[in-house]
């Protein structure tokens, strides 16, 4: 059985995981995307997925077999690491590589400190070498820069989505519209893309989120774009 209700219902049987119980909108939006374009039968890398049910209890394979029949295969940081290794495929293996909230961990750290574009640069040339031709690629993430974002930033937070602090892990740096176009024109790969953002928090607070656009567009001094209006951010590419 391979529709979106089937994955509503893992997604709610795997709720008692923390992942799970922060992340279940999130991941039943990306699935959903995915299902309008992944082709049946097709050979599918997961990037940062897993078949992992037992030790964590939920499962990356599981979900999105749930949408469409396919291939499944993954990597992990329990296979590889991505920001430094090669992928373990020969050139033009696969006919879609997905990575869904992975890339915000592919930051290295240099000496010194400094955070360097070396490790997404890295996922990012890999997952072009192993496509296919007409290949697709699926990349999603938390939108740092969204009205989200700027709203939990004038309450005194970090602007992004998922901040860290001394009680709370969070994301090194997220991404943005404007670092996907940086990282396609400093490859020069997945340069044909499409980028759209979509709301993945609950319904009570996304009110509260259009409640404060106003006030966001008013400090800007501008509307807010497309790619600004929500928490995810989807990039869709051909090889």
Not at 13 to 28: K, L, M, P, Q
Not at 64 to 86: G, H, K, M, S, W
Not at 184 to 203: D, V, Y
């Amino acid at each position: 059985m391979t529709t979106l209700k089937h994955l509503a219902r893992l997604l709610v049987r795997d709720s008692g995981t923390h992942y799970i119980a922060n992340g279940r909108r999130r991941i039943f939006i990306a699935m959903r995307r995915l299902k309008d374009v992944i082709p049946t039968g097709a050979r599918v890398l997961d990037i940062g997925g897993h078949d992992s049910a037992k030790q964590l209890g939920y499962s990356f394979k599981e979900y999105t077999q749930a949408v469409v029949p396919c291939q499944y295969f993954f990597e992990n940081a329990n296979t590889l690491d991505i920001r430094t290794d090669p992928l373990p495929y020969d050139d033009q293996t696969f006919d879609v590589v997905v990575s869904s909230e992975s890339i915000e961990h592919f930051w290295l750290q240099r000496d010194g400190g400094m955070i360097s574009w070396d490790g997404i640069e890295n996922f990012w040339r890999e997952s072009h070498r192993v496509l296919k031709p007409n290949g697709l690629f699926f990349c999603s993430t938390r939108n740092r820069s969204c009205v989200f974002a700027w709203m939990l930033a004038v309450q005194g937070e970090e602007l992004q989505v998922a901040f860290s602090s001394p009680t709370r892990c969070g994301h090194v740096r997220e991404l943005s519209k404007l670092d996907f176009e940086r990282i396609a024109q400093s490859t020069g790969l997945f340069t044909r893309h499409k980028i759209e953002t979509e709301s993945s928090i609950p319904k009570p607070l996304q009110a509260r989120v259009n409640f404060f656009k106003p006030k966001v567009e008013r400090l800007l001094n501008r509307s807010i774009k497309p790619d600004e209006e929500h928490d995810t951010i989807f990039f869709t590419a051909r090889k």
